[in-house]
């Protein structure tokens, strides 16, 4: 097995289910990853979960690997639902992290949401960019854009069968990152992520 000493692919294997899960940023990955290691999630609107991203028998690995042996899954979210917790993560509730999502960004133009999705997506492409915003294919697919995962659960779609999977493994899913803020997308807050994630709707037929 090929080690990710520095966590980019967000691969991390338990052996001890012979799984390997595909994290994806701001896709409900701290949770899936805190319920693999039998972790509790201490509080559900915490900040920051570094004692589960470095939790004693988290391992990470590369894509540079053969996962034939493996039981390979992982966690998407709708792209409007993954960028609305973006946006409500570094600007309602940490905004003193922005700065990691672009250096040059103006905080106080930020709340603006047009301002928000059209600087980032404006400086920055699916290699250049800060990992919380990649693409959703960045995290799963293969230099011929297959998808490597062999399981794909939409969380919002797939919830049920989501915590079944994790319970053959007598394992269950808490809430972590929690926001009570609605967000609400325009036509053309919906037209820039589509365009900036363009090869994730067509990998994953998300609906436009």
Not at 35 to 45: E, G, M, R, T, W
Not at 54 to 77: E, G, L, P, W
Not at 106 to 125: C, H, M, P, S
Request: aromatic share 16%; hydrophobic share 35%; with cysteine.
């Amino acid at each position: 097995m090929n080690i990710d000493l520095n966590k980019f692919d967000n691969i991390s294997l338990y052996k001890k289910h012979n799984l390997c899960f595909f994290g994806i940023t701001k896709c409900c990955s701290t949770s899936i990853k805190a319920a693999l290691l039998k972790q509790s999630i201490i509080n559900k609107y915490a900040l920051r979960y570094d004692y589960i991203y470095n939790h004693k028998d988290a391992m990470y690995i590369s894509k540079n690997n053969n996962f034939n042996d493996y039981i390979t899954f992982t966690v998407i979210r709708h792209p409007y639902i993954r960028i609305a917790s973006l946006y409500k993560h570094f600007i309602i509730r940490d905004p003193k992290r922005l700065f990691e999502l672009s250096s040059s960004i103006k905080a106080v133009n930020a709340r603006d949401i047009t301002y928000f999705l059209e600087y980032l997506f404006g400086t920055t492409n699916d290699y250049t960019c800060n990992h919380h915003f990649k693409s959703i294919s960045s995290f799963t697919v293969d230099t011929y854009n297959v998808i490597i995962p062999k399981l794909v659960f939409d969380f919002d779609k797939d919830n049920n069968s989501l915590k079944t999977f994790l319970k053959s493994f007598e394992c269950s899913i808490e809430k972590s990152n929690v926001s009570n803020t609605d967000l609400f997308f325009t036509k053309k807050h919906k037209q820039l992520i589509q365009n900036r994630y363009e090869n994730d709707f067509n990998n994953f037929n998300f609906e436009e």
